[in-house]
């Protein structure tokens, strides 16, 4: 992801005509006549601004301006003069539009260093200080660009602008500084919120949002902030924040920050209270709006956006004041494209336990429970203990125990689809090798879904804590358990009387209905939907319906499925993947070493049965493949914040890699054998 541009304001003493800059900046209002730094400036450039004048290239009206190249005259490369209009309405407003008006040319210019002397002509109407502050605030509304998702290209801006305001007289100069300072902070702040604003929704979702305003708060200590997830705001009974975002993806939050100053609050001031609407994207009345200018729609989180700036910028600031600053953050409606993504994984998982056989699980034996165990134990550990533990690129995740837990997840998933296909188009699935991938596949599936269940639940705002992940494992557990025991007794006798109905589709319709329904008590049992989905996949399995019911559920999951992998790859940040960028270089190095470990936590799993006599090295190949499996995880971790734009796009990298490696890595081991042994 392209950085926002990187300004740096400072204050320097040196006279105007020594001043080594790339570009010069000098005010000249409309009426005739030169002021003071314009007159010295025309008689080192010998007459040149006068010339400019008398042949009415420059007018010094408002929006107006004119560059001179120096020519070696005076220090400065070029001298940029802006029109300021008449003197007598100059206000603050005038010197923060000219200084924004010069940074924004000098972005476009490709200017490295810009030299401000626009305040010597409001010397006599303003104090410094003030001058300073507008200064500095122009500077910043100016040279900002929104171009975060824009690849670069061979003439795109520079990544940084150096910015003086320069004066001669020591004195005026110790005037400035506390105002360009302040302008500094009001700046930055104003560009974060513009960054913010600027984001589409699909980034900056209510959970999101809530993760930014931690981040943004973390180290001031005057200032507390407190998140409301969705469970909170139910035990608040806060139902206006809940019934707006009951129909979208994204639950919602609701930030409260509090900012208290260091020292006693001034007296008679009272507490001022700050509220900011955040609907990340606004879908009210979306059948009755026109088509264009709907992605403006996401500006609708601008509100809370400002108040959460604003908190910041008043703490950098030391006012002596309490702030209080309130933000609902919630999505007015289901992000289509999320709803049908999560369908297709919900299918996708349902699938699978239609395709898991448990009889084949218990008869794998204890070396197929060994490799699998090993393979889903030792990658976890690696990813772990990489993330968590060890130096790595420099990635930004604010929790390294969470998102660390969720690395280590991503790497636990075995694809026995991805396998068992391979195997089959080889022709070696009756093979000691095979039955111990297959059978291993299948519980590391069942472990794999467990692990997701926990993950979601940290995801979801769960403690990171030893008994907060004890708690959701057996939850997860419990529940499979659970379902499969009492839906094997119950749904067979049950789909023996739906068939009788007669009813066209009947058995999709009511299968989907029990994957969907079981999926919503799982959530409701605490546990996470795709673990109800996977668990009515195993129940159906044992039907005597089974295999109409696995035909007629595959054309419908392969028309949502794809959606779910369109909607992933459609999240990646391919500007990520560059290596002529340092931000690249990090997530590339981030996935290579996930790779590595990828590959070698999987291929010790063929060690994990010594007792066993089998060929070791196909059956750790056999269970590298990460899938669907992978990419599920990783976008968990993506939707939830937890995992940033660049460790998802090196998850990415990683599920592709393993997928893609082990066919020919098989056949070619496969072929190495006696095709009649």
């Known amino acids: 992801m392209k950085q926002i541009i990187d300004v740096r304001v400072r204050v320097r003493k040196v006279e105007f005509a020594q001043c080594k800059t790339d570009m010069l900046v000098a005010g000249r209002f409309s009426e005739a006549g030169q002021d003071e730094t314009i007159g010295a400036l025309d008689k080192r450039l010998g007459g040149g601004i006068e010339r400019l004048a008398k042949l009415g290239d420059f007018t010094g009206k408002p929006k107006t301006y004119a560059i001179i190249y120096s020519e070696g005259k005076i220090a400065a490369d070029r001298v940029m003069l802006l029109g300021l209009g008449e003197r007598k ?52 509304l100016g040279s900002y660009r929104y171009d975060e998702y824009i690849a670069d290209s061979g003439n795109g801006r520079l990544g940084a602008l150096d910015v003086e305001i320069v004066d001669p007289d020591a004195a005026r100069i110790k005037s400035l500084t506390p105002g360009v300072a302040a302008g500094i902070v009001v700046g930055q702040a104003q560009s974060y919120a513009r960054t913010v604003a600027n984001r589409p929704a699909n980034v900056v979702n209510p959970p999101a949002l809530a993760k930014m305003a931690q981040d943004l708060m973390r180290g001031i200590k005057t200032v ?49 209270a700050l509220v900011g609407k955040a609907v990340t994207f606004d879908s009210g ?129 075995t694809s026995v689809g991805i396998t068992a296909r391979v195997l089959s188009d080889l022709g070696r699935m009756s093979t000691p090798e095979a039955r111990i991938i297959i059978g291993a596949a299948v519980i590391d599936d069942v472990l794999g879904l467990v692990i997701l269940s926990v993950v979601s639940g940290l995801a979801a705002g769960a403690a990171v804590t030893v008994l907060g992940i004890v708690r959701t494992f057996a939850v997860a557990v419990g529940f ?96 990520l993947l560059n290596p002529a960028t340092a931000e690249s270089r990090a997530t590339l190095g981030v996935a290579g070493a996930l790779i590595v470990i990828a590959i070698l936590g999987k291929l010790a799993a063929g060690w994990g049965a010594p007792w066993a006599r089998f060929r070791r090295l196909i059956v750790g190949v056999g269970m590298v493949p990460r899938g669907e499996v992978g990419l599920i995880f990783a976008d968990i971790g993506r939707r939830s914040g937890v995992l940033p734009d660049q460790v998802f796009g090196a998850v990415l990298l990683m599920v592709m890699v393993t997928t893609f490696v082990v066919p020919p890595a098989l056949k070619t081991l496969f072929s190495r054998v006696d095709p009649g042994e």
């Open 89 to 140: 309405r100059a206000t603050l407003d005038t010197i923060r539009r000219a200084a924004a008006a010069a940074a924004s040319r000098a972005v476009d210019m490709k200017v490295k260093r810009l030299a401000l002397g626009l305040h010597r002509s409001f010397a006599d109407r303003f104090e410094a200080a003030a001058l300073g502050r507008a200064l500095a605030e122009g500077v910043y």
């Open 480 to 575: 499979l358990v659970a379902a499969v025991l009492i839906g094997r007794f119950v749904m067979p006798r049950l789909f023996d009387i739906i068939v009788r109905m007669r009813t066209r589709n009947v058995l999709i319709v009511f299968s989907v209905a029990f994957a969907l329904g079981l999926a919503s008590l799982a959530s409701l049992a605490g546990s996470a939907l795709i673990i109800g989905a996977f668990a009515a996949g195993i129940i159906l399995s044992g039907t005597n319906q089974f295999d109409t019911i696995e035909q007629e559920v595959r054309p419908v999951g392969s028309i949502v499925a794809p959606i779910f992998f369109v909607s992933v790859g459609a999240s990646v940040n391919l500007g």
């Open 224 to 272: 507390s902030c407190t998140v409301f997830d969705e469970k909170k705001l139910q035990a608040s009974r806060m139902g206006g924040i809940l019934a707006v975002g009951s129909g979208s993806q994204s639950k919602p939050r609701l930030i409260v920050l509090k900012y208290t100053p260091a020292q006693k609050p001034a007296k008679g001031l009272p507490t001022v």
């Open 285 to 413: 009345g979306i059948s009755i709006k026109p088509a264009q200018d709907m992605d403006q729609m996401k500006f609708d989180k601008t509100g809370g956006i400002a108040v959460l700036a604003t908190i910041r910028a008043i703490a950098e600031l030391k006012l002596p004041i309490q702030v209080l600053g309130v933000v609902p953050a919630t999505g007015s409606m289901a992000e289509l494209v999320h709803v049908f993504a999560d369908l297709g994984i919900l299918l996708l998982l349902f699938e699978i336990g239609l395709e898991t056989d448990l009889k084949e699980m218990f008869r794998a034996g204890p070396a197929s429970l060994a490799v699998a165990t090993v393979g889903v134990v030792l990658p976890f550990a690696l990813g772990y203990v990489y993330w968590a533990l060890l130096p790595h690129p420099a990635v930004p995740t604010a929790d390294l125990a969470t998102a660390g837990i969720f690395i280590g997840a991503t790497l636990t998933a």
